[in-house]
């Protein structure tokens, strides 16, 4: 193995996120689909969709290039039957993890265990059902919480729950943090609201004050390498909790306008038609990998880190006025 690819930018690409579908069962309303338009749409397997064999190939030659990490993801990632498939045929040397919604995990999370899956990343963003089919627009807040706890007990512990926080959800932080402090195997992954792909920019949140008011509360704080995202260690207040002694971690994700955040980044993602993006918030960069032959893929890899561009600090630069504009450098590129 060679070592990680590194773009202009002496960011080095040591991981990759692959969409396996657009599809979705849900319908949140905020969500990006990674980027790629609308998840609404058939449930049926969709023949626009890279095969099993096309992701494994993909795996298979990024791991010439260092690539240590993969996440799936999509849409629903679940939706696809033959995730384990996948899973199981994925190099060894890679780290598995997957951001699910969760509502499959309940009778498949033993397998995907078993297939080689090491975390899992499943997103809820209420601890109340009608909050949480507000936001989501589904009625599967059952067959959420049995799915994580089905990924506790096949031992992918700890599961960590993606929770995006804008004006809707903002009341429910407080809750969530004290939820994963008080329950054994949980963490939490706060993400700040991303209006970039989705419109609505008056549903952000100050994003600054969830962290002064963890930073009070907090037993440690940590940074992670990856995105320079800040973690915090809390313990429960519930004299009753289980995990009494114990500390929960939560994470903040806060890539929005945050040039730290874009210095740090260090993956590229595939699409589920088979496309590599170097950056979740443009899709002016896709790159095909045409007929997806292993020299193909050698070569738009290689490609598509030749051409990232951190987003925020680069790509869009902050005027004078603190307005982020467009860098005429990479108009037309
Ligand atoms: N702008 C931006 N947002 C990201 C990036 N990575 C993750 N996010 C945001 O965080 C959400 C949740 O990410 P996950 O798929 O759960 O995984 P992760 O946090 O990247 O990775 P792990 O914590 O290692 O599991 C994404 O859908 C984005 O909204 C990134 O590289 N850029
Ligand atoms: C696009 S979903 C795909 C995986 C899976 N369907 C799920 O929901 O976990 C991946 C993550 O993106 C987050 N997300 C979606 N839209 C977002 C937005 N506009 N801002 C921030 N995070 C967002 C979701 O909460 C979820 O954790
Ligand atoms: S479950 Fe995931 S992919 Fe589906 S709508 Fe919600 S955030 Fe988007
Ligand atoms: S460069 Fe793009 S993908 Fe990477 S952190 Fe910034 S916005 Fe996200």
Same mark, same amino acid.
């Given at each position: 193995? &060679?070592?990680?690819?590194? +773009? ?7 991981? =990759?996120?692959? &969409? ?107 601890? +109340? ?104 260690? =809390? &313990? ?19 890539? =929005? ?51 990232? =561009? ?24």
């Amino acid at each position: 193995m &060679s070592e990680p690819l590194e +773009d202009e930018f002496g960011r080095e690409v040591t991981g =990759v996120r692959i &969409s396996l579908t657009d599809r979705c069962n849900f319908d949140c309303v905020y969500c990006h689909n990674e980027g790629l338009g609308d998840t609404r749409g058939p449930m049926e397997p969709a023949d626009d969709e890279m095969t099993a064999d096309e992701v494994v190939r993909f795996l298979e030659v990024v791991e010439e290039f260092g690539v240590e990490a993969v996440k799936f993801t999509g849409g629903e990632p679940m939706l696809r039957a033959d995730l384990e498939e996948i899973i199981r045929c994925t190099p060894d040397s890679m780290e598995v993890s997957l951001t699910t919604n969760g509502t499959f995990l309940r009778g498949r999370a033993e397998g995907l265990q078993e297939a080689g899956l090491e975390r899992v990343n499943v997103s809820q963003d209420a601890l +109340d059902p009608e909050q949480f089919a507000a936001v989501t627009k589904s009625g599967a807040y059952e067959a959420v919480l049995d799915g994580v706890e089905a990924a506790l007990a096949a031992g992918l512990a700890p599961v960590k729950l993606n929770m995006v926080v804008f004006e809707q959800t903002a009341g429910y932080v407080e809750g969530m943090v004290e939820h994963v402090a008080a329950n054994e195997g949980l963490q939490l992954q706060l993400i700040e609201y991303m209006p970039e792909l989705t419109g609505r920019p008056e549903w952000n949140i100050d994003i600054q004050r969830v962290h002064d008011w963890l930073a009070d509360i907090a037993d440690r704080v940590e940074h992670r390498e990856m995105h320079d995202r800040k973690r915090y260690w =809390v &313990s429960s207040t519930d004299p009753d909790s289980g995990n009494l002694g114990d500390c929960g971690m939560v994470e903040i994700v806060d890539p =929005v306008e945050n040039p730290t955040f874009c210095a740090n980044c260090h993956r590229v993602r595939v699409t589920h038609e088979g496309y590599l993006k170097g950056c979740l918030n443009r899709n002016d960069d896709l790159r095909s990998m045409g007929e997806m032959s292993r020299q193909e893929i050698r070569e738009a890899f290689r490609a598509v880190v030749d051409n990232r =561009v951190p987003y925020y600090g680069e790509y869009l630069v902050e005027g004078d006025d603190g307005e982020w504009e467009l860098n005429e450098e990479y108009i037309g590129a």
